[in-house]
């Protein structure tokens, strides 16, 4: 299986943390690109299908997420490197993937 992110960036450019496999599929982030350019979360099949879940937008949302995802029961959790209130980055979760 093989999937490389698109010229455009809509998809996420230079994903560097860990994949986390949950039931088929693999979820991941990358710090750049995205929708504003300031990281997503995606996911891929094994099969090679990629879709974007979440794309940051920066401000109190969170930008440039650079750590590995962790499944907690269904919900994703990561965080940010820039963001939140004081800009020093975010929590945040993802369910319903």
Request: aromatic share 14%.
């Amino acid at each position: 299986m093989r999937y490389s992110f698109k010229a455009n960036d809509a998809d996420g450019k230079y994903p560097d943390a860990d994949l986390t496999y949950v039931n088929g599929t693999l979820y991941g982030t990358t710090p750049f690109g995205g929708a504003h350019g300031v990281g997503s979360v995606f996911k891929v099949t094994t099969s090679g299908t990629e879709s974007v879940l979440y794309s940051f937008a920066s401000g109190s949302d969170g930008a440039y997420p650079e750590a590995s995802l962790t499944n907690v029961h269904g919900t994703l959790y990561g965080t940010t490197h820039k963001g939140g209130a004081h800009n020093r980055g975010t929590v945040y979760s993802l369910s319903g993937f």
